[in-house]
């Protein structure tokens, strides 16, 4: 049933009970054992669904943060659970919704199989769990189909899940563990949580120490249902360095023309109207509307001409008109632009231009109104945007000589291996040049950190560690390239056993399966594979979204699309696979995918002769030519 149903964490409520926590009364946002609650919930969810949305009334891109959909309440006043579901079931796009809340880190890992069983049993269309003697309407499955019928419920003042539960017989699921239910309403119970030894998967013991040190990334692992270090698939993945990475802070003012893919740190209000002035958009004549006949034409005197930057100065009288170019100010009583291609010229006897104007002309036409693109007071950019040549652009035309960003991102990277040759250094038997650290160095430049680069590491312990230290010292998130796997001369796990914490060594992918993720001192850790291909596939769909993460961007998710396959594609069930592909228009005229041959993660050239990746999911098998695939296109990417 997984593909029929939609995780909904309901976030939208106003966690009255929390106030004692002063301003952090975002109870989704509220941190357990070093990670947000709501991301505990997300971890326990993804292995169980393939689609999960986020509804929330606050906050919006810090929940957006965590790479699902953020959907806000169609009822407005903080309605209570019943509106967040409501949204939930207008949003998913799947037979059933789960809903559960954003404060119950320990729901069961088997929650969808139990409430799925019970509603197929008993052919109900909500199925809520129970535990005891206790019910849990919060965690419900419900089929979408019931959406106008909430809507009903809710307009006609309804607010009691239970009472609507009972009017379309909901069926209980009945669950062993009580504890699983247990949800975090008050300071005194998110402090007996963080100090709880029976608290299931998050046990305290896994968490590590409270003092700000990485502990909590084990907490969180283990709260992922049938954790396996060895083969996390991909979405728990993903999920798990979403929750921990958390933005740089410090905030700076740089000049417009140093800010390109800088981070904005705080939102930019507007403070003049864009355009400052009602304008023309059209070269033309600017007349009055009430002058004109709209059955036939219409003469007028000419008295003056408008240009951008120079507006005619006087006054619109009956009768009259103003030759006026695009951009130009509007003259005062003027409210209506004629196209020049539209009129005739004429001379009176006197001399005096005139101009005859056809019927047809609509009040108000061809006209741009003051503030029309961007009011004074209005919100022109917003915190988290990444500022591009429009953002510049935008900014610049609010006369603002400076925008506060957040302060780039040091990202130290570095190759390991005793087989790896740098630039410069002639061939030798059993050697190979360095690509990694030059596609990492142009992935890291394109996405606008600061990369520091440390060369290559030998396969030696001291050296390794001595790395390690050194870039967590000087940089907010490290990247290795190599070591990460199972090999004998592979020291990264031991080094990163004294130095560091790491959450997981391997991701059930192809390529790029080893690959770890963890924190070394204060840095962030990323461990990627050797082969180059596999280098710029974690890159791509882990690393970047973490880094942009890091920066305080708002999410930026890769653009996707699906198209047909060309030919059959060999797919074990079991893994998310990345394949190299090229995308062309099949002779109907359809979008069609082709692989590029072996797709083997040493072959680099094939990276340079595709221009997508096909991504065939975790629970697919092998692709018939004919079927649709998702693909991923590398513009602007790689």
Not at 566 to 573: E, G, T
Request: proline letters at 7%.
């Amino acid at each position: 049933m997984k593909r029929q149903v939609t995780a909904l964490v309901l976030a939208g409520g106003l966690a009255r009970r929390m106030q004692a926590e002063g301003d952090a009364t975002d109870k989704g946002l509220l941190r357990l054992r070093g990670a947000p609650l709501v991301a505990h919930v997300l971890a326990r969810l993804a292995p169980q669904v393939d689609s999960i949305l986020v509804n929330a009334n606050r906050n919006l891109e810090r929940y957006r943060a965590f790479g699902h959909p953020v959907v806000v309440d169609a009822v407005e006043g903080f309605a209570g659970p019943l509106a967040g579901l409501h949204a939930g079931l207008l949003a998913a796009r799947s037979p059933w919704l789960m809903a559960v809340p954003c404060d119950s880190p320990f729901l069961p890992a088997d929650l969808l199989d139990r409430l799925a069983a019970a509603a197929e049993a008993s052919g109900a269309p909500i199925a809520f769990a129970r535990a005891g003697s206790r019910s849990h309407p919060v965690f419900a499955l419900v089929r979408t189909s019931l959406r106008e019928n909430l809507e009903s419920y809710l307009a006609g003042g309804g607010r009691r899940m239970e009472d609507w539960y009972a009017s379309l017989g909901a069926v209980a699921a009945d669950f062993p563990d009580p504890g699983a239910f247990r949800n975090i309403n008050t300071p005194e119970e998110l402090h007996a949580a963080e100090s709880s030894d029976t608290c299931g998967a998050c046990d305290a013991r896994a968490a590590g120490p409270d003092d700000g040190s990485p502990g909590g990334i084990d907490a969180l692992c283990r709260a992922v249902a049938a954790f396996d270090p060895r083969a996390l698939p991909v979405a728990s993945a993903q999920s798990i360095m979403a929750s921990f990475i958390e933005p740089v802070r410090q905030v700076e003012d740089v000049p417009i023309r140093e800010a390109l893919e800088r981070v904005l740190a705080r939102d930019i209000v507007s403070p003049i109207d864009v355009p400052p002035h009602d304008n023309s958009a059209m070269d033309g004549f600017a007349v009055r509307g009430s002058d004109l006949d709209a059955d036939g034409e219409t003469r007028l005197a000419v008295i003056g001409r408008a240009a951008a930057g120079r507006p005619f100065d006087g006054r619109l009288g009956p009768g009259e008109a103003v030759r006026i170019m695009t951009g130009a100010v509007m003259p005062v009583g003027a409210d209506t632009v004629v196209l020049q291609e539209a009129v005739r010229l004429a001379d009176e006897e006197t001399g005096a231009p005139q101009v005859i104007v056809p019927p047809g002309q609509q009040t108000g036409q061809n006209r741009r109104r003051r503030g029309e693109d961007l009011a004074a007071g209005r919100p022109a950019l917003s915190e988290g945007k990444r500022l591009g040549p429009a953002e510049l652009g935008l900014a610049a035309s609010l006369g603002l000589a400076t925008v506060p960003v957040r302060r780039r991102v040091r990202v130290a990277f570095f190759s390991t291996g005793d087989e790896i040759l740098s630039l410069g250094e002639p061939p030798a038997p059993g050697k190979v040049y360095d690509s990694n650290r030059y596609a990492l160095l142009g992935m890291l430049a394109r996405l606008g950190v600061e990369p520091l680069d440390m060369g290559v590491v030998p396969d030696d312990p001291g050296a390794l560690e001595r790395a390690m230290t050194e870039a967590a010292r000087t940089a907010d998130a490290v990247i290795s390239s190599g070591g990460v796997s199972v090999g004998e001369a592979d020291f990264t796990r031991a080094v990163m056993a004294r130095v560091g914490d790491v959450a997981f060594w391997s991701i059930a992918m192809r390529p790029g399966r080893p690959m770890a993720f963890g924190r070394v001192g204060s840095a962030y850790y990323f461990g990627l594979p050797g082969n180059p291909v596999a280098v710029m596939v974690t890159f791509c769909f882990f690393v970047r979204d973490a880094l942009l993460r890091l920066m305080g961007a708002a999410p930026q998710p890769l653009p996707s699309f699906r198209a047909r396959a060309a030919s059959p594609v060999r797919k074990r069930p079991g893994r998310t696979e990345y394949q190299r592909a090229v995308l062309g228009i099949a002779a109907d005229g359809v979008l069609e995918a082709r692989i590029t041959g072996s797709q083997s993660s040493a072959m680099l050239r094939s990276m340079s002769e595709a221009d997508c990746m096909m991504v065939l999911g975790h629970d697919s098998g092998d692709v018939a030519a004919g079927d649709w695939v998702e693909v991923v296109p590398f513009h602007g990417l790689l």
